[in-house]
């Protein structure tokens, strides 16, 4: 039923009141148009005549012409080639034209990026982190106050995290005991899990890749974390190699824009993407509240994803990457520092959230859409949104503004897990139906907060479900500090059948969805229930 009201648009869920007509027997009901199914068809149709108007238009056009066509006999074929003999210098000018626009169009146009294959990373059963055993683990700690514990507590209820994320190794110890060299082998553990398992998927060897974006935002050791995977899998001396730091969870998007652009400029290569964050020694020890949400939402995972421009990887490939977009809105004070690290007054390092986080996000958010917008939607959705403009602009009519129908774009919706309030939002102003959610907030549940990788855990639980099918459409977008909101467009090559695909939803997906997350009601919890909520923003 939850699916069902999502195609409506016309009115928001909250008009659904029962009239004063409901007391009639339902077979004497007058239908509610505003609201009936079929409207949807209705939209539907509309959109269709819209988009596809030109072609419509058209098609009488190239009835008339292959009409004509059929008319034509031999003899009018024998003239029109005894004509072209008389004028053989104008065929071949023409000819050497053709041949020469075709050659500059295909050596200019952008080398299209194929997604080969990607993997997420599944720690051992051994690290799981249920809610009470981290309450447990946090109050051996010694460093937290009761006060402090008990708003943990309470975060962790309304996160909308289950009993199954994952903490690394050395934050299971009593007490935590975390070190450069825990820290290095929690990376070490995650990236490479991934990349093996990637390229067990994809039969490339280590010598065939040509360029490594690696990103994680916390964790930038030297050697860094690129050059671990170089000299682990032994790649090639002539590697491109980046290792991009202190860019938030958006960073994953950033690091696949950057790969884009350097397909575009060697060919025949291959790409190889990695996006991680690391838990070990980002540990925040302080009593700060504004510092403690990191603690109770971020949690161990990572992600390794194979790109090519090479065209004979096409029929293999999963997905082909059609747009990216990214804002930044760090020229603005309060946008830059919404999500800043620094020290306590104890001296204790940590990552603070900005109590404008909310709104700095929904901000980025509405510049990278308004971006994002005329690159994939439907004509029709655009003609709507350009006449409520200028209905408000030029005449100045009191309408509200027209919020375009991403579903009509988009078959697949991966929102980062940030957080429960985001989810929320986005689902919201979005219109989106609690299916389209469903990767975001099961990916939230079962893994937690995995930063810039949580993208790909959400990709991969639509795979697991059986969802992706060829041509579907997928959208993922992602914030990061600093502050920045990316998108990333991508459309399914083939079908994947989860039978044949290994990822970490494949041995439990039949428990998901779950129906016992928390509704994010706070009212049992007064002002700190509220203010845990503006928090729980990230």
């Not at 991969?460 to 459409?473: F, I, L, N, T, V």
Request: aromatic content about 10%; glycine content about 6%; hydrophobic content about 35%.
């Amino acid at each position: 039923m939850a699916e069902e009201k999502s195609t409506i648009t016309l009115i928001p869920p909250s008009t659904t009141a029962p009239s004063s007509s409901s007391s009639l027997p339902s077979s004497r009901k007058l239908p509610d148009f505003k609201q009936s199914v079929r409207l949807k068809y209705v939209k539907l149709g509309y959109h269709y005549l819209i988009t596809h108007g030109m072609y419509l238009f058209l098609l009488p056009l190239v009835v008339l012409h292959a009409a004509h066509l059929s008319t034509i006999s031999l003899e009018d074929l024998y003239l029109l080639w005894e004509h072209l003999q008389y004028n053989l210098i104008s065929v071949i000018i023409c000819s050497t034209l053709i041949v020469f626009l075709s050659t500059i169009y295909f050596v200019t146009c952008p080398r299209p990026v194929y997604l080969v294959n990607f993997s997420c990373y599944k720690p051992n059963e051994s690290l799981k982190c249920s809610r009470s055993y981290f309450m447990e683990k946090s109050q051996l700690t010694g460093a937290f106050s009761d006060q402090i514990l008990d708003f943990q507590r309470r975060i962790l209820e309304r996160s909308g995290l289950g009993d199954d994320s994952y903490l690394p190794e050395t934050l299971h110890n009593s007490p935590p005991s975390p070190s450069m060299e825990s820290a290095r082998k929690e990376a070490e553990e995650v990236m490479f899990g991934a990349i093996d398992e990637l390229l067990a998927k994809t039969n490339v060897k280590p010598k065939d890749i040509g360029i490594l974006v690696v990103n994680c935002s916390l964790f930038n050791p030297t050697p860094s974390l690129s050059a671990m995977i170089v000299n682990h899998y032994k790649l090639r001396g002539n590697i491109v190699s980046y290792n991009l730091g202190g860019m938030g969870c958006s960073a994953g998007v950033i690091s696949i824009d950057l790969a884009k652009q350097l397909l575009q400029v060697q060919p025949n290569s291959y790409a190889l993407v990695v996006s991680t964050e690391n838990i070990t020694l980002n540990w925040y020890m302080g009593n700060e509240r504004s510092m403690l949400l990191p603690n109770c939402l971020f949690r161990v995972g990572g992600a390794a994803i194979l790109l090519s421009n090479k065209r004979s990887d096409k029929r293999r490939s999963k997905y082909q990457l059609v747009h990216t977009v990214r804002t930044h809105k760090g020229s603005d004070d309060k946008c830059f520092s919404c999500v800043y690290q620094q020290e306590d007054s104890k001296g204790k390092i940590g990552v603070s959230l900005s109590k404008e986080l909310m709104a700095v996000a929904g901000d980025a958010l509405k510049i990278n859409i308004t971006t994002l917008g005329p690159l994939v939607l439907p004509m029709s959705e655009q003609l709507l949104f350009l006449a409520t403009l200028i209905g408000k602009k030029l005449f100045s009519m009191k309408i509200k503004p027209y919020i375009p129908d991403f579903k009509l774009a988009f078959d697949h919706f991966c929102i980062h897990a940030g957080g429960r309030a985001v989810l929320d939002e986005l689902e919201k102003n979005l219109q989106l139906s609690e299916r389209h959610m469903e990767p975001s907030r099961m990916t939230l549940y079962r893994f937690g907060n995995t930063s810039s990788s949580s993208l790909w855990y959400e990709l991969a639980y639509s795979e697991a479900k059986g969802r992706m099918k060829r041509g579907d459409r997928v959208w993922q977008i992602a914030f990061g500090s600093g502050f920045k909101c990316n998108s990333a467009v991508w459309k399914a090559l083939r079908t994947i059948n989860p039978a044949k695909e290994k990822n970490p939803w494949t041995d439990e997906i039949q428990k998901f969805p779950v129906n016992d997350i928390p509704p994010t009601s706070t009212s049992q919890y007064g002002s700190s229930g509220g203010e845990i909520w503006e928090a729980q923003g990230t």
